[in-house]
């Protein structure tokens, strides 16, 4: 059974940062794409950043690349988003999903498994 628990979401000022976690268990997920989307109250929800499980390639939303990163490590089953010079719009729900295809890897619609997504709050 294939689950990803994200953590690391909170409040936080404006200016600040954080690191979100997505711990990734139940399956070998070499030639996944594992993303961050991420859902502000009442807007649809909008890719962040993605990564290929195996090998160096990332992506990243135009709209953040240069604040967030995402990286991983294999040997916790770990997948990072660090977020850096955050601002109040960047309050939303975070998620963490798996892409088990070579599909879009900006598509919610083609990934297969969601973890249940961490708060991030920015006070101004």
């Known amino acids: 059974q294939v689950q990803l628990v994200e953590s690391g979401g909170g409040l936080v000022q404006a200016g600040g940062s954080l690191r979100l976690s997505c711990a990734a268990s139940?399956?070998?997920?070499?030639?996944?794409?594992m993303g961050w989307f991420r859902q502000a109250p009442g807007k649809e929800r909008e890719f962040v950043a993605a990564?290929?499980?195996?090998?160096?390639?990332?992506y990243y939303s135009p709209s953040w690349k240069g604040r967030f990163t995402i990286s991983r490590d294999n040997a916790k089953n770990t997948v990072y988003l660090q977020m850096n010079s955050l601002k109040p719009e960047d309050t939303a729900v975070y998620y963490c999903?798996?892409?088990?295809?070579?599909?879009?890897?900006?598509?919610?619609?083609?990934?297969?498994?969601w973890g249940q997504g961490t708060q991030v709050t920015v006070s101004s």
């Open positions: 990564l290929k499980w195996s090998g160096d390639s990332t």
């Open positions: 999903a798996a892409n088990s295809g070579e599909r879009a890897y900006y598509a919610d619609y083609n990934y297969d498994y």
């Open positions: 139940g399956r070998t997920f070499s030639g996944y794409t």
